[in-house]
């Protein structure tokens, strides 16, 4: 099953008896196409340019950023949220961490595919802006995609069918 971070907290949390069950899985493709490209949902800090103390916002990104804290802010949802460069995340402080240790293929799957991660507003042709892919994400359709074939007894192939209505209504 695709497992994130949440997930995997509120499953230890609750159902300690099926953690050792999970396993990273990326997003089904048809036969004979290879995945080139994950997506990631970027939950940084953003500082806006026409913002108000802009300097003094940017200042404490980049002073949180470089402290000794922000691993603690990362780690504070393991496997939800990663690291921004390689060297964070092959530190320390991440590898020993408890939730990280105990799903070492995740953190295989991220390794083995940190090149070809990509913010999701980032997944249009040539890099630019992908909106509809943000709605999606903000709207939840792929959890919404899960509960209707988990909870809402349709099919596999029906569930494909619905999100694709739903998708193809955000290019509207």
Do not use: C
Request: charged share 20%; no cysteine.
């Amino acid at each position: 099953m695709s497992v994130g971070g949440l997930p995997v907290l509120t499953i230890t949390e609750n159902r300690p008896d099926l953690v050792e069950k999970l396993s990273p899985t990326p997003f089904p493709l048809p036969q004979g196409r290879e995945q080139n490209q994950w997506w990631s949902y970027m939950e940084g800090h953003v500082v806006w340019d026409e913002g108000q103390n802009t300097e003094g916002a940017q200042q404490f990104v980049d002073f949180f950023s470089k402290s000794d804290r922000f691993l603690d802010f990362v780690l504070s949802a393991p496997l939800f949220q990663f690291p921004p460069t390689r060297e964070m995340l092959d530190s320390e402080a991440v590898t020993n961490n408890e939730i990280i240790q105990q799903h070492p293929e995740a953190m295989d799957l991220v390794r083995e595919n940190w090149g070809a991660f990509n913010s999701v507003l980032a997944t249009g042709t040539d890099g630019a802006p992908n909106l509809v892919a943000a709605n999606a994400y903000s709207q939840q359709l792929f959890g919404q995609s899960a509960n209707q074939m988990l909870v809402g007894d349709k099919s596999p192939e029906e569930t494909v069918t619905w999100v694709a209505e739903q998708l193809r209504g955000l290019q509207q």
